[in-house]
């Protein structure tokens, strides 16, 4: 029925006609106290009097627990700016972090940080998140929590570091922890090695976790050769450095890219030490050898050591050639023209070619296998004569790019009086006989017919 009935509740009388009275009969009540906090605005303490008339509304348990925290975080804010922080402590302590507003929440972060309360301004801060918070006060968070272990993994505060790094609040403090517990893209984490480097020592573990997201991602910078650099003059052994310079030496013989020459440096190092003896870093470290103008006396007697051991296994890499004035190659390295491709690992290639002899182009109807002498590197040899031209074609799948390494013994030997061999002979015949030069022709065929059964002669007494 009530509800059926239109009304207007309206004052008979304004508080502020019998706020005498009541001060004068009942000053102790509760609800006296709470009508001067509002009238002085005491929210908002900006003076000893608002200050004192909200810590008076503090002394009723009749009040709000939402009027009571606003109160005493107009206290904290009056104590903060008059920079009186051992009153100030004492107030935060009372101060519940649910009833700060957002809006608020940097200034009480701050409000924290003056005071040295650093676990209750990290819960802050993971609550609230740290914008807005000056990053001196930030930075002096992250160096106190760093020492204790049960902050220093947490996301939190390293995503804290992270930002004061990004703002340029690159103490060494602050290096010295994102060093130890940053994880990031390889990109990022190169960066602060940079940033890092010549600043602080100790770098170890900056570096190993660089090398290894590098072996695991596939993902090569030229930077990270630096990094590998001084992390391989501090531990010179060990699976990490074992594994790049393995993994390094892969992308430079088979991948054929770039790797600067003080990887090779270190590598070197390494391998005269008998630190690593694996076929892959033997290989790619002649083939850096085999591009220098001139080796050094401890590289040539390494370089002669290395050659002679695959050539006693039969591996003939074309690129040895380069070590002639070192040491004694096989003649068939020079004789012979090589198909070199580099691809996977295990892949069994197929190559179709043809011998051109005359202007018309043969169909690259003949096929051999590739071998695989190197994992990852794959040849095939052949025996061209004079005026003869290969021809080849390999798999549409083959992922590697193809070298030829022409003959060079039968360029330089065609048309000479010694031979090494029946090769050379038969090719000095074809440059006769191209040339007109009968007189010598019939010579050379006389001098073959004559060594041959010889050869054979010999080989009818052994049987």
């Known amino acids: 029925y009530v509800s059926t009935i239109p009304y207007k509740l309206e004052k008979l009388v304004e508080e502020g006609q019998y706020m005498d009275l009541i001060r004068q009969y009942a000053g102790d009540d509760f609800r006296y106290a709470l009508y001067q906090y509002n009238q002085l605005e005491a929210n908002e303490a900006s003076t000893a009097r608002e200050v004192n008339a909200a810590r008076d509304l503090l002394a009723y348990p009749e009040i709000s627990e939402v009027t009571r925290q606003e109160a005493i975080y107009g206290i904290v804010r009056y104590y903060y700016q008059h920079l009186d922080l051992h009153v100030l402590a004492s107030y935060l302590e009372r101060l ?6 957002p809006e608020g929440a940097a200034e009480f972060i701050s409000y924290l940080l003056s005071c040295g309360k650093y676990d209750r301004a990290y ?3 993971k609550r ?3 914008q807005g918070v000056q ?13 204790f272990s049960q902050y220093a993994r947490e996301e939190a505060l390293i995503s804290t570091a992270v930002y004061l790094y990004r703002m340029g609040q690159d103490t060494p403090e602050i290096l010295s922890y994102l060093t130890d517990y940053y994880q990031s893209g390889l990109k ?4 602060l090695w940079k940033r890092a480097e010549g600043r602080l020592s100790g770098l170890d573990m900056l570096e190993e976790n660089i090398l290894c997201e590098t072996l695991y991602t596939e993902q090569w910078h030229q930077e990270v050769y630096r990094v590998f650099a001084s992390y391989v003059r501090k531990k010179r052994t060990g699976m990490v450095v074992k594994a790049f310079f393995k993994r390094a030496a892969f992308a430079y013989l088979i991948e054929e890219k770039e790797v600067p020459a003080s990887f090779f440096e270190a590598l070197f190092f390494q391998m005269s030490q008998e630190r690593l003896q694996d076929d892959m870093c033997r290989g790619a470290m002649l083939l850096f050898l085999s591009g220098k103008s001139r080796l050094e006396g401890e590289e ?4 002669g ?12 890499l074309p690129f040895f050639r380069s070590f002639r004035k070192y040491m004694k190659l096989p003649e068939e390295l020079f004789l012979m023209t090589y198909v070199v491709t580099r691809d996977k690992a295990g892949r069994r290639i197929t190559i179709r070619y043809g011998i051109q002899s005359g202007v018309e182009k043969p169909e690259c109807g003949k096929k ?4 695989e002498v190197l994992p990852g590197y794959y040849m095939k040899e052949f025996v061209l004569f004079h005026g003869e031209n290969l021809l080849y074609e390999l798999p549409e799948e083959n992922m590697g790019r193809t070298s030829v390494y022409e003959s060079s013994g039968m360029k330089s030997k065609g048309n000479a009086d010694l031979y090494g061999n029946r090769f050379e002979m038969i090719n000095a015949m074809l440059v006769n006989q191209e040339m007109g030069d009968n007189n010598k022709l019939i010579e050379k065929i006389s001098r073959y017919l004559s060594l041959a059964a010889i050869v054979e002669e010999n080989l009818e007494l052994m049987q």
């Open 188 to 191: 990022d984490m190169l960066k």
């Open 135 to 147: 990053a001196s006060l930030l930075a002096g968070l992250v160096e106190h929590l760093k020492e």
């Open 300 to 303: 040539a007697k390494w370089a």
């Open 123 to 125: 819960e802050a801060v």
């Open 96 to 101: 519940n972090m649910a009833y700060v507003p």
């Open 128 to 130: 609230f998140g740290y």
């Open 368 to 371: 051999a296998r590739m071998m």
């Open 305 to 316: 050591k290395q050659v002679g051991d695959f050539v006693k296994r039969g591996i003939l």
